[in-house]
Nanobody, 118 residues
Framework: QVQLVESGGGLVQPGGSLRLSCVAS????????MGWYRQAPGKQREFVAA???????RYADSVKGRFIVSRENAKNTVSLEMNSLKPEDTAVYYC????????????WGQGTQVTVSS
């Protein structure tokens, strides 16, 4: 059973930056694509960014040019560098993964709260 633990969230002013991390248990991490998703209050969970096991990346249009997804297979970690944050980025952020991009094969973790406010 793979477990996902997200961290790095917090309160930041508009225009600020945060770096989120997700650590996944299990040896299958290195061959799976991993992604970040977010859920704002009263809204459906949505795709944010993803990275394949070979390093191919995909981003939602709303974060393209501001967010960078990366992974470190040796540490079973996927990260999300978030820059130029906007109030509309406020949400709980989750990671998940699967055999290819956009898959969410694992049980969802607790997520990490990101609040962008002045």
């Amino acid at each position: 059973q793979v477990q996902l633990v997200e961290s790095g969230g917090g309160l930041v002013q508009p225009g600020g930056s945060l770096r989120l991390s997700c650590v996944a248990s299990g040896s299958i991490f290195s061959i799976y694509a991993m992604g970040w998703y977010r859920q704002a209050p009263g809204k459906q969970r949505e795709f944010v960014a993803a990275i394949s096991n070979g390093g191919i990346t995909r981003y939602a249009d709303s974060v393209k040019g501001r967010f960078i997804v990366s992974r470190e297979n040796a540490k079973n970690t996927v990260s999300l560098e978030m820059n130029s944050l906007k109030p509309e980025d406020t949400a709980v952020y989750y990671c998940n993964g699967g055999p290819t991009l956009y898959w969410t094969s694992y049980d969802w973790g607790q997520g990490t709260q990101v609040t962008v406010s002045s």
